[in-house]
């Protein structure tokens, strides 16, 4: 085997181990998916970043993070791995099937995801569908980076493209039925790091001048709603996804809070992809909001 130009080309192997660590958040699930032992996952990671020149992972509370480094070559390695894969595709062999990338916010999984799963599957053409549950943000990276076909995404600012179907999302905060506020105190903030709630609450409360103080932090739904009905304190989300246990919380005191742009958005490259529009439309009858909200905008001709 020639290895004169080793240095020149990054295994198509490395960039694999790297997305699957960053997407479990952890060596160990990531050799455990990959059918590969730690040590070797190990080895490979290190390998990449003498090819990179530096770090790709930092150690944190939650398990492992990336680098600024990191964050660039994760952009550049999901766009390699899905063109490897759609060459891959040409073949026509049964070795390789088809694969339809779908992206859910993790925010709205446990009100949709699973009446999503069904649907798509059924509407998928025979076509092999793999989702994606993640924040919205993860969602438009990997949708930018060729990672996800289409994608579901909620986004207070800068949206990802242009949507096919577009919408917004009223965000309201959040509390157990029985929670009381004693009367001057801070404010107890359920986080949620990077995810739309936590920018949206911290920037509503500070505008309109107001203690709060941060009594949980998680980067799930289901801890986040545990701590609620715990009566820990507030946590934004949008409004329709509210469980029917908890409830909208309206008091006085508590800023109003924005709108959110929404909606499905599609692969740079796949505008025209019958199979993928046919799943929007499904994805768009179960997501969107019920017919007749004058916000819910028909899919554009292409």
Same mark, same amino acid.
């Given at each position: 085997? +020639?290895?004169?130009?080793?240095?020149?080309?990054?295994?198509?192997?490395?960039?694999?181990?790297?997305?699957s660590? +960053?997407?479990?958040?952890? !060596?160990?699930?990531?050799?455990?998916?990959?059918?590969?032992?730690?040590?070797?996952?190990?080895?490979?990671?290190?390998?990449?970043? *003498?090819?990179?020149?530096?770090?790709?992972?930092?150690?944190?509370a939650?398990?492992?993070?990336?680098?600024?480094?990191?964050?660039?070559?994760?952009?550049?390695?999901?766009?390699?791995?899905?063109?490897?894969?759609?060459?891959?595709?040409?073949?026509?062999?049964?070795?390789?099937?088809?694969?339809?990338?779908?992206?859910?916010?993790?925010? !709205?999984?446990?009100?949709?995801?699973?009446?999503?799963?069904?649907?798509?599957?059924?509407?998928?053409?025979?076509?092999?569908? *793999? !989702?994606?549950?993640?924040?919205?943000?993860?969602?438009?990276?990997?949708?930018?980076?060729?990672?996800?076909?289409?994608? !579901?995404?909620?986004?207070?600012?800068n949206?990802?493209?242009?949507?096919?179907?577009?919408?917004?999302?009223?965000?309201?905060?959040?509390?157990?039925?029985?929670?009381l506020?004693?009367?001057?105190?801070?404010?107890?903030?359920?986080?949620?790091?990077?995810?739309i709630?936590? +920018?949206?609450?911290?920037?509503?409360?500070?505008?309109?001048?107001?203690?709060?103080?941060?009594v949980?932090?998680?980067?799930?739904?289901?801890?986040?709603?545990?701590?609620?009905?715990?009566?820990?304190?507030?946590f934004?989300?949008?409004?329709?996804?509210?469980?029917a246990d908890?409830?909208?919380?309206?008091?006085?005191?508590?800023?109003?809070?924005?709108?959110?742009?929404?909606?499905?958005?599609?692969?740079?490259?796949?505008?025209?992809?019958?199979?993928?529009?046919?799943?929007?439309?499904?994805?768009?009858?179960?997501?969107?909001?019920?017919?007749?909200?004058?916000?819910?905008?028909?899919?554009?001709?292409?």
């Amino acid at each position: 085997m +020639q290895r004169r130009h080793e240095s020149m080309n990054i295994p198509i192997e490395l960039l694999r181990s790297f997305v699957s660590i +960053q997407e479990t958040g952890s !060596f160990t699930r990531s050799a455990e998916q990959l059918r590969l032992t730690q040590p070797a996952i190990s080895a490979q990671i290190k390998r990449l970043q *003498q090819l990179v020149g530096g770090e790709v992972f930092a150690k944190s509370a939650f398990g492992v993070s990336l680098t600024e480094k990191g964050e660039i070559v994760s952009r550049y390695a999901r766009r390699i791995l899905a063109m490897n894969d759609q060459i891959l595709s040409l073949s026509g062999s049964g070795s390789v099937s088809k694969s339809l990338r779908i992206g859910i916010p993790n925010v !709205f999984a446990d009100s949709m995801l699973s009446n999503v799963i069904v649907a798509c599957r059924g509407g998928s053409d025979g076509e092999r569908t *793999q !989702f994606s549950c993640e924040p919205s943000q993860d969602l438009a990276r990997s949708l930018a980076s060729g990672y996800l076909d289409l994608a !579901f995404i909620v986004s207070p600012r800068n949206p990802p493209a242009q949507p096919i179907y577009r919408w917004s999302e009223q965000l309201c905060w959040s509390c157990a039925r029985d929670f009381l506020l004693s009367p001057g105190a801070s404010i107890p903030l359920l986080s949620w790091p990077h995810g739309i709630s936590d +920018q949206a609450a911290i920037e509503a409360l500070e505008n309109a001048g107001l203690q709060y103080l941060i009594v949980f932090v998680a980067s799930d739904l289901a801890g986040h709603l545990a701590a609620l009905r715990s009566r820990m304190g507030y946590f934004v989300l949008p409004e329709r996804v509210v469980p029917a246990d908890l409830k909208i919380a309206r008091e006085h005191y508590l800023p109003s809070l924005p709108t959110c742009e929404a909606g499905i958005y599609i692969r740079e490259g796949l505008e025209t992809s019958k199979p993928v529009l046919a799943i929007a439309d499904v994805m768009a009858d179960i997501i969107g909001p019920r017919t007749g909200n004058p916000s819910m905008r028909p899919r554009e001709k292409v």
